[in-house]
């Protein structure tokens, strides 16, 4: 830095005085008066206007040193050190400056001792003053690094609560934990009873998956009565219990972990007024038991998603991005990837929070979740998407921010693969509506998000309202 | 500092107003009306299906009411059921015709077995 307010003595001295020297100038607003890097020439007092002393790196992010006024003077470092200029001066107003030669400022510090003691004291408080800037600069890049437990409670107790008070007002609310307090217990068969039941024809088998899994494989002769479409298709139903004979049981089964379809079924199927209503107590057990109906698994149909679906191909490029080394710690790829993942997390959220159900019979799909823990994870989840997206979006707490989604995409790839490797014939239910196909590009795309928010854990630290304060272009210190 | 902050705001406001409205779907205004499904259901009854402008819509069969709500998006009808269920029906036919897909998902070709197929008998929700 070389810039200051002009001593008393400068112009009071036995020796000479700086009113004696130099010439003046006239500066317009906006004309650079001195460049970082230049070797040193002048010597300059400002007498009417203002000026800013400012740095500016290599690729033009400016720091913003000072600003002096009518008797300030600045250049005196560089003449003193003779180290080239190591801040520019540029004028914000139109201004009238004395213009002082290195020869006759070297002349007037050997006339003027005060003014030559005051520089040097200047020149000390600058050191001092740097001191501090740098060390202010060090805690605020050491904070910014620090991830703390409160980040993580931050983020998930606000998921938390948003997804508990909204789902309060949401007209298609669903419950905490599903089929708590339910009274109705429904009566389980064991599979050689249903087995002989079944030889004998003395029940009509149910089952209550959705129709792909039930095309997949069902067991033979069993009618298919999917429990989401319950209320559209029981009227069929009945008709097909009133043919086959009132008195037969009704054996319900399913096959997922969380028992959500065929327990919920045969509660829907009781409610309606059917007596013999039992669910099998082995739902994993009947394809080994039951002469079976087979079909290979066809994937249903995928729907275009729109600018969401050019949207989710974008993570793919960072497995280009990061072979580039300079590009692969670069604060810049780190901003594209908080505003990718934050865009695509926000509009996949947005998608799923109104329909709390439709996911979760998504996610029941995945038949990794036990019962218990459906509806909340498809009411966290989504406000989970929001929160963080929201986070990573304006620059707060981005590290804890970018592991909680990284998080999110390891469940999402074990989720994927799972479904993979067990062909099961369901969509991603990401964006919460039906079409979006489970492919090892899905994965692909979930893989690069993954690494994208590794990229951030590492090296952002650009554009973020984080402790200490908002880092932006031009920042001043 | 203040003004960082608040074009930030006022960016991040457009772009979660462009989401929300993103996410309302198109106009309804073109499939409203009352349908009938052309064959009976499982050989037994027809369907009656009320799509209303104001996306609430009735489903009737066998004298049994269930209502439900849907929007359009793509051009296609996506019905939500209160349990969860979605169905996705392609209009034809400027939307005179419309084919449900009854699997919950939606297959190119609305499979048969699984398709019902409705025609509209009166214009308007």
Excluded at chain 1, 47 to 64: K, P
């Amino acid at each position: 830095m070389e810039a200051t307010e002009k001593p008393e003595g400068a112009e009071t001295s036995a020796g000479l005085r700086l009113c004696q020297l130099g010439h003046e100038v006239s500066v317009p607003a906006g004309a650079r008066i001195v460049s970082q890097g230049e070797a040193p020439e002048f010597f300059y007092v400002i007498q009417a206007g203002r000026v800013r002393v400012f740095r500016e790196t290599a690729d033009r992010i400016q720091t913003n040193l000072t600003e002096l006024g009518p008797g300030a003077y600045f250049g005196e470092v560089a003449l003193v050190t003779g180290q080239p200029r190591s801040a520019s001066v540029e004028a914000l107003e139109d201004a009238k400056l004395i213009k002082v030669s290195k020869e006759e400022f070297d002349r007037l510090l050997d006339h003027n001792p005060q003014l030559a003691r005051h520089i040097i004291q200047q020149l000390a408080n600058w050191l001092v003053a740097g001191d501090r800037r740098v060390e202010a600069e060090v805690v605020h890049q050491v904070k910014l690094r620090q991830i703390s437990w409160f980040d993580y409670v931050l983020m998930l107790g606000l998921s938390l609560v948003l997804s508990l008070v909204v789902n309060i007002y949401n007209d298609n609310r669903i419950p905490l934990v599903h089929g708590w307090g339910e009274k109705n217990v429904i009566p389980e068969i064991a599979l050689n009873q249903a087995e002989e039941m079944y030889r004998k024809q003395q029940a009509i088998f149910v089952d209550a998956r959705k129709s792909a899994f039930y095309s997949q494989q069902h067991i033979k002769d069993a009618t298919n009565l999917p429990v989401i479409l319950f209320d559209l298709m029981y009227p069929m139903f009945q008709f097909m219990v009133a043919q086959e004979g009132k008195d037969k049981t009704l054996v319900v089964y399913g096959g997922t972990f969380s028992r959500r379809m065929d327990i919920d079924l045969a509660r829907l199927l009781k409610h309606k007024g059917l007596e013999h209503v039992v669910v099998l107590k082995d739902y994993t057990g009947w394809p080994k038991v039951f002469p079976l109906q087979e079909k290979a698994a066809t994937t249903p149909g995928s729907l275009d998603l729109g600018f969401a679906g050019f949207l989710e191909w974008l993570p793919v490029s960072i497995f280009v991005l990061i072979l580039i080394p300079p590009i692969r710690r670069s604060p810049y790829l780190s901003v594209f990837c908080r505003v990718l993942l934050a865009a695509i997390f926000i509009s996949f959220a947005l998608s799923k929070i109104m329909r709390p159900a439709v996911f979760a019979l998504n996610v029941v799909d995945y038949n990794l979740t036990p019962a218990w823990g459906v509806n909340l994870w498809s009411l966290a989840l989504p406000w989970g998407e929001l929160v963080v997206g929201l986070f990573l979006l304006l620059g707060i707490r981005t590290r804890a921010a970018a592991t909680l989604i990284g998080a999110m995409n390891v469940i999402f790839i074990v989720g994927l693969v799972n479904a993979i490797l067990h062909h099961m014939p369901i969509n991603c239910g990401c964006v919460g509506e039906v079409g979006e196909p489970v492919n090892w590009w899905k994965v692909m795309k979930n893989t690069g998000m993954l690494v994208m928010c590794i990229q951030i854990f590492l090296y952002d630290r650009f554009l973020v309202l984080d402790r200490g304060g908002f880092i932006f272009r031009g920042r001043k210190i | 500092m203040k003004k960082d902050i608040l074009k930030l705001g006022a960016v991040l406001g457009l772009i979660l107003v462009g989401l929300v409205l993103g996410g309302c779907g198109e106009s309804r205004s073109q499939f409203a009306g009352t349908y009938k499904s052309v064959e009976p259901f499982g050989g037994k009854d027809y369907i009656d299906l009320d799509l209303q402008e104001n996306g609430k819509g009735i489903w009737i069969l066998a004298g049994k009411t269930v209502e439900f709500t849907w929007v359009v998006n793509a051009g296609k009808i996506f019905i939500y059921t209160k349990p969860g269920a979605i169905l996705v029906v392609t209009p034809t036919e400027g939307g005179k015709i419309l084919s449900a897909d009854m699997t919950g998902d939606w297959h190119p070709g609305c499979p048969p077995g699984s398709c019902l197929t409705f025609k509209r008998v009166k214009d308007g929700g």
